[in-house]
């Protein structure tokens, strides 16, 4: 069993950054893909970005080159969401997942285990 624990939403002006953090507990996610996800109301969850455990990261074209998910080097189990230049349609609940039940498609919202979200609200 696996429990994450997203922080670090918030409310931001557009323009502005924010880093997510989710720590997870156990081995499991040391091992496996981690990624973040968001869903803004009304809409399905979306992937954001991905990392394996072994380094390799993908990102959705909406955040590609204004966002960044690293692990801790001394943690593996934390991962972190930098997110920089920040729009108002980045405004959702912000999801960290763990375990991909799909490796070859690691945005895909077909996780294991799901922690229960942050907002992040991006103000023009």
């Known amino acids: 069993q696996v429990q994450l624990v997203e922080s670090g939403g918030g409310s931001v002006q557009a323009g502005g950054s924010l880093i997510l953090s989710c720590a997870a507990s156990g081995n499991a996610a040391s091992r496996s893909f981690m990624a973040w996800f968001r869903q803004a109301p009304g809409q399905e969850r979306e992937g954001v970005a991905a990392?394996?455990?072994?380094?390799?990261?993908?990102y959705a074209d909406s955040v590609r080159g204004r966002s960044t998910i690293s692990r801790d080097n001394d943690n593996p189990n934390r991962v972190y969401l930098q997110m920089n230049n920040l729009k108002p349609e980045d405004s959702a609940v912000y999801y960290c997942a763990a375990v991909a039940r799909d490796g070859r498609n690691p945005l895909r919202p077909t996780y294991d285990y799901w922690g229960r979200g942050t907002q992040v609200t991006v103000s023009s």
């Open positions: 990392i394996a455990w072994f380094g390799n990261t993908i």
